[in-house]
Each structure stands twice: as C-alpha cells, then as structure tokens.
C-alpha cells in the first residue's frame, strides 16, 4: 500500500512539474512575441511620407531652412519628407495644427522663437510646453534692418537721431506679435526711441513695400536680402548679433554702435505631446546626423545659418530662458 502511495505521489509531482515548465515556456515565449513586436515598431518608424508643417509663407527664412534640412532628412531616413506652410496668427495655427494631429511622427512642426511669443503677446495660449520637443537644427545670428538704397539712413546712429528728432513718423515694417515685433521693441527701449510699427506681410511684401518708398526700414534675415544688398538696392544699418559674422564682415553689430541688444533666432522641431519616444529619438537622431553632415553645413553657412543641434532637453531649457527674457524686454 505504502509503495502505491509513493508512486502516486511521484506522478503527481512529475505532472506538476510539467505544467509549471510548460507555463514558464509559454510566458516566455510571449515575452519573447511582445518584445519582437515592439522591436518591430521600434525599427518600423518611418514608413511613409513625413509632412514638415511650417507657420510661415513659402519664401521666408523658416520655409527655406525648412525645405533645406528636408532635403537631407529625406536621405538620413530613406523616406519623403515634404514641406506644408500653414500660415496664421504669427504661427499660432501651424502650431496647433500639429498639437492635434496623431502623435505617430508623420505630422512635426518646424518653427522658431515666435512659439515663445504667442502667449506673451497674447495671440494665443499654445504653448512649447504643449509639444514633444525633437531639438534645435539651426541657430541665425544675421538678422538686421535694412532700408532702401536712397535712405537717407547710412548707419544705426543716423536712423535713431531722426527718430530722436520725429517720434512714432518713421515706418518700420513688423506684425504684431512676431519676432521682429518684439526685437524692434527691445531697440526702441535700448535706444529711447519710437517707430510707427506697420503691419506689412509677408517678408516679399515687406521687401516690395521697401523698394516702392512705402516703408523707412524693414528688420529681416540679412540672407533673404543679399541679393538686394550686392546690387545697392538696399543698405544694411547692422545685425543683432553678439559678434561680427564672417558671411557679413562688413555689417557692423547694434552693439558695435551703442545700441547694447544681441539675439539668436533657433530653428526647432517638435511632435504631438503624446509622441512614443522611439520614435522622436529616431527622428532626433537623424536631424543630429544632417547637421553634422558636410554639405548641409556648406548649403546652411551660405544662407548665414550656424547649423548647431541640441537635443530636446537642451532645447526646453533654452526656450525658458529666451521667455524670461522676452518677459522682461515687453515689460
């Protein structure tokens, strides 16, 4: 009897072992399934065509830097990566646009300092808190004023002077809420001056309106008007940069003539909030990897750009900065 008993028990036992072996197996074959399918979504990304969503008119600044670091994600990733401009509200539409569309990686913003200023200008509540942030590509130092090639103005000193003299009957082209809002506001407070702030379009409008004698001065990429500057149809007074730039070496900063204000435009990428972070990883690692590439950085010096990456820590910590900043200069 004794011994039938302790065969039974044996068998009970080996069973039991069986089915706990099997179970084992079984979960880690399921581990096994879970982590090969999330190492193929992981690798998947991007599978089809990633739209670059621009808040600017084709032709500005932002849509050229834009289409011209598409062009060298395209070969980074394997995939199409086309440019939408989505203008409105200083760039507060194209922002949104983004906010709302799938966090999947085929919607990214690309923009600039402007999403600091939507809130404090009041033209709307979205915010850069309110995105996934991918990083910064590019950083401009070359923006300036210019005025036509007839303007009485040949320096900083002379356009302040005549400021000085007829307050708020200069015409400076901005519109409201923008950067050139808010960096034409810092040059009035630095240099106890007033302009008639003119709300005049896009930056061709601007260009036209300047040209025709309807505006005194425009604030724009010194870039975008090269061209302008070369044949003497326009006149450069001085950039806000810290320093001096080698592509203009012969514009003198604001600095340079008593005018004590400097500023960095930084070009960024960004996703829905709720964005997987493989998939924003994948895509920052690929801008990273463009703007280290030779022939970019050739193409984005040409366009007086200082192609720079910083990644999405970086790029908030610099935003909170700026915004404190801007604070102050609208105070």
Request: with cysteine.
């Amino acid at each position: 009897m004794y011994k039938i008993l302790k065969e039974k028990m044996l068998i009970f036992l080996l069973l039991s072992l069986i089915v706990v072996l099997a179970a084992c197996n079984g979960n880690d074959a399921s581990e096994s399934k879970d982590n090969d399918t999330q190492n193929n979504n992981e690798s998947s990304y991007p599978e089809e065509t990633i739209e670059l969503v621009v808040p600017a008119s084709a032709g500005g600044d932002t849509d050229r830097n834009a289409r011209l670091l598409a062009e060298y994600l395209e070969e980074e990733l394997d995939q199409s990566v086309v440019v939408e401009n989505v203008e409105g509200s200083s760039g507060s539409v194209g922002v949104q646009e983004v906010m709302d569309a799938e966090p999947d990686g085929y919607k990214v913003l690309y923009f600039h300092n402007n999403i600091l200023l939507n809130d404090l200008f009041e033209v709307s509540d979205n915010s850069y808190e309110d995105l996934k942030m991918v990083g910064i590509s590019e950083l401009d130092y070359s923006n300036g004023l210019v005025v036509s090639g007839d303007s009485p103005y040949e320096n900083l000193e002379d356009l302040i002077d005549d400021a000085e003299e007829n307050p708020e009957e200069i015409d400076l082209a901005t519109s409201q809420g923008s950067f050139t809002h808010l960096q034409m506001s810092a040059f009035e407070k630095a240099a106890d001056i007033e302009f008639n702030f003119v709300d005049s379009g896009d930056f061709a409008e601007r260009n036209s309106a300047l040209l025709g004698g309807h505006l005194d001065v425009v604030p724009i990429q010194l870039g975008l008007v090269n061209e302008y500057v070369e044949n003497g149809d326009m006149k450069s007074l001085g950039v806000l940069s810290e320093d001096r730039l080698d592509k203009y070496p012969d514009v003198p900063t604001f600095k340079e003539q008593g005018v004590d204000i400097d500023f960095e435009k930084f070009f960024f990428t960004a996703l829905p909030k709720e964005t997987p972070d493989d998939v924003a990883d994948t895509l920052s690692d690929a801008i990273e990897n463009v703007t280290k590439d030779e022939d970019y950085l050739k193409e984005a010096k040409e366009y007086g750009l200082e192609p720079e990456f910083i990644d999405q820590k970086g790029t908030e910590e610099l935003m909170q900065e700026d915004k404190e900043e801007y604070k102050e200069i609208l105070e």
